[in-house]
């Protein structure tokens, strides 16, 4: 057996109140590739934390047979200071309440910093470079200054993730299907994983913008090696994904048993734990770039009717919903449509539906780039 649980303390927000981490870890760093989880990073997406506790179930199993051939770390609940937001008895997360915006955004780049540590000792083998990337990105997150709680939850969690070969960030939308989200560069593993966790929308792309945590983790390579040029290799090492455990609601032990015994798949076909994950389950669906998903916005404020449901395919111009004014004269005169521009899968939805002008209130993964998407702005353009 190799499993540890460690409690890491946050900072002191106010007196007499700490938050920490719990870190399950299993295997023995170095042995071999590095897996890292963590659940609910924007705090009210709780299907994850679900999950997690099934993924530690089923990793204690393994790890009890002595399975564990590299090394995994597992947080459970990767935001306790989101957790504890409430407000006249709701909880609110995904920004944080002090002003340190979204949870997952605005993660720090280390590219500069860790190449500037890095650029004199590279040479032309690419494992050497990478282990000695690995350790400079350790020793620059140890070096990330601390000035509030949230700071040192990012330091916290970074510290964990950043020497990882793998990184699941498990996250949820409103109402959806189950999808992910990650760097083109990974496409091959995008699709092994979306095979074992039966999620049929995959979104690629090459530059996400808002700076989310799985580009903090995996961008820096790609960065890296830009810098270096063609004269030191340096391999693309860290494969993080955002995995939307479909929405909100999704919360069930029938659904988080099946989604943990997936990753654990994807973790045995990778080489994490040992024993036969059988064969790659069928594709649910081909991966989309992320600029081909048309985020739908509310072009004023009243009551949405959905046309659509989750999982229909949707043509372009098509309607997908209609909006209410609820100020109007005449209810014949009440109704606008409202159409997608891309012509894909319709797979996540806001359950709220009174909504303001300008909410974001649907998503159409298509295959073809949209004009009006801006590249680089996550799903916010
Ligand atoms: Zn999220």
New binding site residues.
């Given amino acids: 057996m190799s499993k540890t649980i460690e409690t890491l303390k946050l900072g002191s927000p106010s007196p007499g109140t700490t938050r920490e981490l719990k870190v399950h870890r299993y295997g023995i760093p170095g042995a071999g590739k590095k897996a890292y989880f963590q659940a609910a990073?924007?705090s009210d997406?709780y299907p994850g934390l679900l999950v997690a506790n099934h993924l530690i179930a089923l990793l204690d199993a393994a790890d009890d047979k002595g399975d564990i051939t590299g090394e995994i770390v597992v947080v459970p609940v990767a935001n306790p200071v989101g957790l504890g937001q409430q407000l006249l008895g709701q909880h609110v997360g995904?920004n944080e309440f002090s002003g340190g915006g979204n949870?997952?955004r605005s993660w720090p780049d280390l590219s500069d910093a860790v190449f500037e540590r890095v650029e004199a000792r590279l040479g032309p083998d690419d494992s050497e470079n990478v282990a000695l990337i690995r350790r400079a990105l350790v020793e620059e997150v140890a070096a990330m200054e601390v000035k509030t709680e949230f700071d040192g939850l990012r330091k916290a969690l970074l510290g964990l993730s950043i020497s990882a070969d793998m990184v699941f960030d498990l996250?949820?939308?409103n109402e959806a299907l189950m999808h992910l989200y990650t760097s083109a560069r990974h496409r091959d593993l995008a699709v092994e994983l979306a095979c074992d966790i039966a999620a049929p929308v995959a979104l690629l792309e090459m530059d996400p913008g808002g700076a989310p945590f799985d580009e903090a983790n995996s961008g820096v390579w790609w960065k890296l090696r830009e810098k270096a040029g063609d004269e030191f290799p340096i391999s693309t090492a860290c494969f993080a994904v955002?995995v939307?455990l479909r929405g909100r609601n999704d919360v069930y032990d029938e659904l988080a048993h099946v989604d943990a015994a997936g990753l654990f798949r994807f973790l045995q076909r990778r080489g994490v734990i040992a024993g036969d994950p059988g064969v790659l389950p069928e594709s649910q669906g081909e991966p989309t770039p992320l600029e081909g998903t048309d985020v739908i916005r509310s072009p004023g404020a009243g009551v949405l009717a959905y046309h659509k449901h989750l999982g229909d395919w949707v043509q372009a111009g098509e309607t997908v919903a209609e909006l209410i004014d609820l100020m109007a004269d005449d209810p014949k005169q009440a109704r606008t449509p409202i159409t997608s521009k891309a012509s894909g899968l319709f797979f996540a939805r806001m359950n709220e539906k009174l909504v303001r002008q300008g909410a974001e209130i649907c998503k159409v993964a298509g295959k073809e780039p949209l004009e009006h998407r801006k590249a680089g702005g996550l799903l916010e353009s």
């Fill in positions: 990073l924007h997406e995904r949870f997952n996250h949820c939308d955002t939307e």
